[in-house]
């Protein structure tokens, strides 16, 4: 009888979804710190982000990472801003981490809820 494929094998992650991260974190960062990657690599690869492909993935915890860990936005949001303008707020804090990182790609203004 054949093998069912397993429950993510059809997700754009899926079997060797974390090579591809790897890849994916590779590209975009080549310069961030092991423990900034590793944080990451690990909130790329959680569960809510199985459906997307691996760039995207990786960009969203990239981001996400950055912001909660390397700028003001939790001190905006703490001093009553709501998130988008806190978001807005720290768009340059964060374009400075990922020039220090070497990042391939910059945080837009115009960038959907990134």
Not at 10 to 28: F, Q, R, W
Not at 29 to 57: C, F, Q, S
């Amino acid at each position: 009888m054949p093998r069912r494929p397993s429950k993510g094998a059809t997700s754009p992650i899926g079997p060797g979804g974390d090579s591809a991260i790897a890849k994916a974190l590779t590209a975009l960062l080549p310069l961030a710190p092991y423990a900034d990657m590793e944080k990451i690599r690990t909130d790329a690869g959680a569960v809510h982000m199985k459906t997307l492909p691996p760039g995207i993935a990786v960009w969203l915890a990239t981001i996400a990472h950055i912001r909660h860990m390397h700028t003001d936005y939790e001190k905006l949001l703490s001093e009553g801003y709501d998130r988008d303008s806190a978001r807005f707020f720290v768009i340059e804090q964060t374009n400075i981490v990922l020039t220090r990182w070497r990042a391939t790609r910059l945080l837009d203004a115009d960038d959907e809820e990134e």
